[in-house]
């Protein structure tokens, strides 16, 4: 099956300092890739819809300039949290859609502790 | 718009018990549904999907679900639990063509010795 790998696993970082996180489809071309973010206990909330070659749509209530989306390649989506807080400390899964089976694909996700 | 729901939050079958996870969908145009699985700090691995095809789908790790558009579900069962089945299963539905995936809760499942 198709093979979504994310990067880092875990990150520890201190207060105000940014976060890079990457999402890459690994044998299959992705234009569209989706970052969600998950509580503990609780479901996916997905966060946006990453479009190869254009500006990610964000859902409501996610401060874009929060969180900076960046899909510059079929196989690479990346996702930026500036100035981080206490407050974004959170488990983020990015997936990647595989086009034209409509299937998502998920990375193993990114668990973020802000200090 | 569509949602979907999950009755039970938390689900425990003995080992080698029948393992049955519910899940309900609302849909205005015929879904794509999906199960996935999640394993503590992991990322959801894709269990099945169901894309317009037969109605009754198999997967992997010995899972199936039947897609009944009369009852608007889409049960996952398994015959025979085994331990390492327990983890979080989430259904999904989108449609053909659509962007987004809808999430169910979640149902956590346990296996008992």
């Known amino acids: 099956g198709a093979v979504v790998s994310q990067h880092p696993s875990r990150v520890i970082c201190k207060s105000g300092t940014s976060v890079k996180i990457e999402c890459r489809s690994l044998?299959?071309?992705?234009?569209?890739m989706f970052w969600y973010r998950q509580f503990p206990k609780q479901s996916l909330m997905l966060m946006a819809t990453?479009?190869?070659?254009?500006?990610?749509?964000?859902e409501q209530g996610v401060e874009k300039d929060k969180f900076l989306i960046n899909h510059a390649s079929l196989t690479l989506s990346t996702l930026t949290v500036t100035s981080a807080h206490p407050e974004d400390s959170s488990f983020y899964i990015c997936?990647?859609?595989?086009?034209?089976?409509?299937?998502?694909?998920f990375g193993a996700g990114t668990r973020l502790s802000v200090l | 718009a569509q949602s979907v729901t999950q009755l039970g939050s938390h689900v425990s079958v003995s080992e080698g018990a029948l393992v049955l996870l519910r899940c309900n969908y609302s849909s205005s145009v015929p879904p794509y549904l999906f199960w996935y699985v999640q394993y503590p700090n992991q990322g959801l691995q894709l269990l099945l999907k169901y894309t317009s095809a037969a109605t009754l789908v198999k997967g992997i790790n010995g899972f199936e679900a039947e897609f009944k558009k009369s009852e608007t579900s889409f049960h996952l069962t398994k015959p025979s639990a085994h331990m390492s089945d327990a983890a979080e299963y989430f259904c999904?539905?989108?449609?053909?063509?659509?962007?987004?995936?809808?999430f169910g809760p979640g149902t956590r499942l346990s296996v008992l010795p």
């Open positions: 997936s990647a859609q595989e086009d034209p089976k409509n299937i998502q694909y």
């Open positions: 990453s479009n190869e070659g254009s500006k990610a749509t964000y």
């Open positions: 999904a539905v989108t449609s053909k063509g659509g962007q987004n995936f809808v």
């Open positions: 044998d299959f071309q992705a234009t569209t």
